[in-house]
Nanobody, 122 residues
Framework: QADLVESGGGSAQAGASMRLSCATS????????IAWFRQTLGKEREFIAL????????KYSTFVEGRFAISKDSANHTVYLQMNSLKPEDTAVYYC???????????????WGQGTQVTVSS
């Protein structure tokens, strides 16, 4: 089993909702902070949200504007990203990442999933 595996991406119309999942190993889930990033072709990887290993701290990028929510489920070692009111500009490959950082820089994380594509049409 891979350390982090994203799923739940696909195509949606603007205004729709989508929930992404990041399935993790138990060790990673209980010892690492998990963050969501996204990246479009030709752009740098962009921080979205973070939840720490305790589940005590949650951090969002300013662009989220209340539309996204990060959560975690200890029963299945999964971190979720609930996305509501999707916009075409949300189109990207979405990644989850693990590390010890509470920061927003992709270089601060050292375990990455394979990514899941999200495409939002107008």
């Amino acid at each position: 089993q891979a350390d982090l595996v994203e799923s739940g991406g696909g195509s949606a119309q603007a205004g729709a909702s989508m929930r992404l999942s990041c399935a993790t190993s138990g060790n990673t889930f209980f010892t690492k902070n998990i963050a969501w990033f996204r990246q479009t072709l030709g752009k740098e990887r962009e921080f979205i949200a973070l939840v720490d290993w305790r589940g005590d701290r949650i951090k969002y990028s300013t662009f989220v504007e209340g539309r996204f929510a990060i959560s975690k489920d200890s029963a299945n070692h999964t971190v979720y990203l609930q996305m509501n009111s999707l916009k075409p500009e949300d189109t990207a490959v979405y990644y989850c990442a693990a590390g010890h950082s509470l920061g927003s820089g992709p270089n601060e994380y050292f375990i990455w999933g394979q990514g899941t594509q999200v495409t939002v049409s107008s």
